[in-house]
Each structure stands twice: as structure tokens, then as C-alpha cells.
């Protein structure tokens, strides 16, 4: 367990995340402010002194991305010069991170401006949970602890005792982390072809690559915003002949509209983390698993100078019971 130098705070929309973290490791959350005044400007205060702390900051860049970045960035500057002794930017789920690559002319790689301006502001370190692509590690020069939500939401679709199962991703894209899904639960995999004409978030799915006729389907993918793919992809299904469908993504972004589209789908179950708080959707359809034992167990590897990758070596099986309860 930590020792009373770690401090645990919570930006605007972390700040439930981060009161998890704490439950978890039986401390107390630290005490901060926030004020968003009427022409939007952000101001951030801390409550308690951090001086000599290792202070870790809960703010996931999500629904809200440019205001959930720019507070980071304030948070970072505030508690360096408050004189922490280090500060750890705990970001469950880096929006950004879709930007990381100039596929065309004149455009920006996105993450790797908000990777450089995170560490200018004083970051330490960057705790994250699975990326939009793993080589986005590679923009910063700090540290970067990448955690995966597979071990505890493989667990969760274990409970469900779903016979016949087969995993399916949306894309070549994410066939390789799909097989990943499938080595875990140990079933095969699928593959839809999916093409995506412009920058909007209307994806096609064309063909399915790979036996599903009388199978349960699990489609897995990182996030969904619209719904769009994640139901284009299970009315597929249904036609080549699935049984039942289900759905797993490490990050609940879905929109209103994407919910209902959801609730209207042949998908039995949408399986996620809390990793963004988004508490305006509500469906009997959803199943909302927690990463914050997992993330709490990091930054205590961390504190303590060893491994994070041990979690996933030989992950303590309290951390996966205590994300189900």
C-alpha cells in the first residue's frame, strides 16, 4: 500500500475516477478546485500543500477534449510550482491519440502536440490505458506506463459463460488486439472490412472474414462514438447467420444518438471501463466495468520503483474481482 507521500487528485471529470483509486488504496482523495467562468476560462486551485509529494493527477482528454487538455496542462503547472517532488498525469483515455499520424497534406499530428505540451508543463510521468495506437508512446520523452483493459474485461465476458464464442473487430486495423481478445477468452476470431470515405465518424462495413453462422459473436474494439460501426457490424452478423451479439470497447464514448442506436441494434450487451465519465448515457444494455483498482495498482508499482508489467504477468486476481463487484 502507498505510503503518505503519494497524493491522488482529480481534475473536473477525474475526479470520480480518482475517488475510486483512493477507496481502493484506503486513502483520502486530495482536496482541489476548479472554476470554468462564463467566457470559459478555466482556473484550478489546490487545497492542500504538495510540497515533496509525488502527486498523481486523474483527467481523461474525452468527451470534453480541448477543455479536459488545457486543464491538464494547468494542473501540471500548478503542482510543480507548488514544488512537488514529481507529478504523474493520469489519463484513463488520451482522446487525442486518433491524431497520430500526417496521412495527408497539411494537417497535424494532434498527439504529438498534446504530448509535447503535457511535458512542458511539468509531467513527469504519463499513466494511460489503451491507446488509439501503441506508437504513440513514442511522442513523449517522459516515461509512459500503457495499461490494458483486456485481462479485466475478458474476465467479465468469462462470467457470462457465452458458449460457442466467437471474437470479431470491426477492421484489419484492430485484428491484431482482437486476437489478443481471442487468446484470452480462447475462442477465434473474425474479421469485418470496413472502409471509411471522409473524416466524419460514418464507417461502411462491407464483408465478414471468417465463420460465424450459428455462433455468438463478441465484437471488440477500442471506442465507438456513434454507434455506427459496432451496429453496421452486428446487423452483418445477424444476416450471415450469428446467434448472439455482443459488443466490448476499452472506452465509453457513445453518443446520445449512438446509444439509441445501440438500444435499437441486435447487440445484447455493450461491455466498457469508466475510463470517461459519461453520465448522460443510460441503457439496460450496458455494463460499465471499473479500471480503477488497475490503475491504483499501478501507481503503486510505480511509487514502490518496480514493474507495472507485472500486473499483466501475474495479475493479482483481487484487482479483477474488485473491478466486477
Sequence with gaps: MPNEDIKIFGGSTGKSFAQKMCD????????????????????????ETVRDHDVYLVQPIGLNPNDEFTEILFWMDAFKRASANS???????????KGDKKDEPRVSIRARVCAECIELAGADRILTMDLHSPQIQGFFKKPVDHLFALPILCEYVKSL??????VVSPDVGFAKQARNFAS????????GDKTRKSHDEKAKVLEIIGNVKGKNALIVDDFSISGGTLV?????????????????????MLSRSGAEKVENSPIELLISTDSVLNESIIS????IVSVAPLFAEAI??????ESVSSLFDSAPHTVYKKSLD
Excluded at 459463460?161 to 466467437?166: G, K
Excluded at 450469428?242 to 476499452?250: E, G, K, P
Design 24 to 47: 481502493y488504496l484506503g486513502i483520502d482523495l486530495g482536496k482541489s478546485e476548479v472554476f470554468k467562468f462564463s467566457d470559459g476560462n478555466i482556473f484550478v486551485k489546490i487545497c
Design 161 to 166: 459463460n457465452i458458449e460457442n464464442l466467437v
Design 184 to 191: 484470452n477468452l480462447q475462442v477465434q476470431v473474425a474479421i
Design 300 to 305: 503503486v508499482r510505480i511509487h514502490n520503483r
Design 232 to 252: 453496421d457490424l452486428a446487423n452483418g452478423l445477424k444476416e450471415r447467420g450469428a446467434q448472439r451479439i455482443f459488443a466490448l470497447v476499452s472506452h465509453h
Design 284 to 287: 439496460n444494455k450496458t455494463k
Design 87 to 97: 507529478v504523474t498525469a493520469i489519463i484513463p483515455y488520451f482522446g487525442y491519440a
